[in-house]
């Protein structure tokens, strides 16, 4: 089993887009760059950046940009994974090429009930296609979104297969006892907590970071508790950052997440989502920015 390389904090980097809806690169690059100064890596083509909502050619054209950009490589985790194998293959070959650190595998998730066989073929399948001793593949555990998971004796068997290239996981279930047995069942392995809730706790554990979606706004905060969960005050961090984390959960996330990057970037064109979501009303920012600000919180940590 390999250890992981990708520790700490990582970012579902929110995409930005123009007016006519297309990925706009120079706010995406300016935000990837103050999250990178803010000690995150980055994990593009998340839940939270809308990476479903991406086409294949987007996406490859935004990871040329980023690393073209001089956005490093290795602080990437950029999400491959798709319904169809060959969009899979063609991203995950791309992201390793590129020397990222690795790739945020989804489950092919439209097809419910289906048996782990079929996920290990796919999984394997990828790998053998790709073919590159370089891919550093995460599972993407979210079965309340994707209704389609990685059981404990499926995460066990890609390992044993494919000890140097199925390194870790993001658990986005919800259930941090799931969370428990993997690094259990698995100690020194990648696991990232999807949220930063129980992250003092999870890094106690053994725990290699959190992929969080509030880590967009809040990247240092939590950056710095992961780093240092042992140490004095970190008990009232924890709440501190749970505090921003349950006000932003209370309106929609993606719509909220981008919204407060906006006002914080001094760029409202950030608060457009891609249809079918959409942007928060006016109502709903100011009730949001109201909250934020009764919690003293700032990006400008």
Known sequence: MTAPELRGVLTPVVTPFDAGLRPDLRLLEQHC?????????LAVFGTNSEGN???????????????????????????????????????SRKAARLGCGGVLLLPPFYYKGVEDEGIFRFVAELIERVGDARLRVYLYHIPPVAQVGFSLPLIERLVARYPGQVVGIKDSSGDFGYTKQIMEMLPGWGVFCGNEINLREAMSLG?????????????????????????EGAEVLQGQVNAVRATVSKFPMIAALKAVA????????????????????EGQKADLFGQLDGLDYSMRR
Do not use: Y
């Not at 909502?53 to 990437?76: F, Q, W, Y």
């Not at 990247?219 to 042992?230: D, H, P, R, T, V």
């Not at 906006?262 to 009303?281: I, K, Y």
């Open 33 to 41: 760059r103050w999250l990178l100064e803010q000690g995150s890596g």
């Open 53 to 91: 909502s991406l086409s294949v050619p987007e996406k490859s054209d935004i990871l040329d940009h980023l690393v073209g950009a001089g956005i490093p490589a290795a602080r990437m985790m950029p999400g491959t994974g798709a319904c169809a194998l060959p969009d899979a293959v063609e991203l």
């Open 207 to 231: 725990a290699a970071g959190c992929i969080s979606a509030t880590c967009n706004i809040n990247a240092g905060q939590i950056a710095k508790l992961a780093e240092g969960w042992q140490d």
């Open 262 to 281: 906006g006002r914080f970037h001094g760029a409202p064109e950030w608060d457009q989502p891609r249809p079918p979501l959409l942007p928060l009303t």
